[in-house]
């Protein structure tokens, strides 16, 4: 069916920069907004970055002016560039496809799908 699969996490020092990517793969005719969520032990999953196909972003209130989301659209892969990394940004950070339409035994479908996460930690 449809995958995706993050890289680019890792363990950084606070006020250093990393870059995560996700690519979405199968029988992907098209794919509506992409976005990044993280999860910290004992948290809920909050919002951090998404963007639409036509480039429209929406940032969570703890990151903006700080991580950027881009998405290239003709290759179904969206990144998070972060800059200025706080020890509160550790977490698990995952990435959505919303309305993923794909071809499968010769039907179409559409569904939403979440990557297996990419662990960032960021030391103080």
């Known amino acids: 069916q449809v995958q995706l699969v993050e890289s680019g996490g890792g363990l950084v020092q606070s006020g250093g920069s990393l870059r995560l990517s996700c690519k979405a793969s199968g029988f992907i005719t098209s794919i509506g907004a992409m976005g990044w969520f993280r999860q910290a032990p004992g948290k809920q999953r909050e919002l951090v970055a998404t963007i639409t196909t036509r480039g429209v972003t929406n940032y969570g209130p703890s990151v903006k002016d700080r991580f950027t989301v881009s998405r290239v659209v003709a290759n179904n892969t969206v990144y998070l560039q972060m800059n200025a990394l706080k020890p509160d940004d550790t977490a698990v950070y995952y990435c959505?496809?919303?309305?993923?339409?794909?071809?499968?035994?010769?039907?179409?479908?559409?569904?939403?799908?979440w990557g297996r996460g990419s662990q960032v930690t960021v030391s103080s």
């Open positions: 959505k496809a919303d309305n993923v339409r794909f071809i499968i035994d010769g039907n179409f479908r559409t569904n939403n799908y």
